[in-house]
């Protein structure tokens, strides 16, 4: 699944820096942000969408970085400034995986 390919991208961002996921054998997931276990049960698409692009949108204090925006950024070297860490596709393919974790029955 592309999805988990991206989720796992080190070159770009990779999700498990600050997330883990139970059902996944990588090393050194991260312990920052939620376990995403059962994450959408809890989350639509859209509202795992929304997340990924700019999770300032939904909670202003969030230390998650905007994976499709790039309002309202500081301190960004000239190299990265107006580029997304993701692309459109990307994103989609990000919450497709993400829909995918459920708790089991």
Partial sequence: MRGL???????????LICHSVSSLS??????????LDGVADNYSPEELRQR??????VS???IMPPYFSTEGLFRVAEEWRSKTIYDA???EDVV?????LRSEP
């Fill in 5 to 15: 390919e991206v989720f796992r991208d080190g070159s770009k961002a990779t999700c």
């Fill in 26 to 35: 990588d090393r050194d997931q991260g312990l920052l942000g939620p376990l």
């Fill in 60 to 62: 202003p204090e969030t």
């Fill in 96 to 100: 497709a995986y993400l829909m995918t």
């Fill in 89 to 91: 596709q990307d994103v």
């Fill in 52 to 57: 990924i692009i700019d999770a300032r949108v």
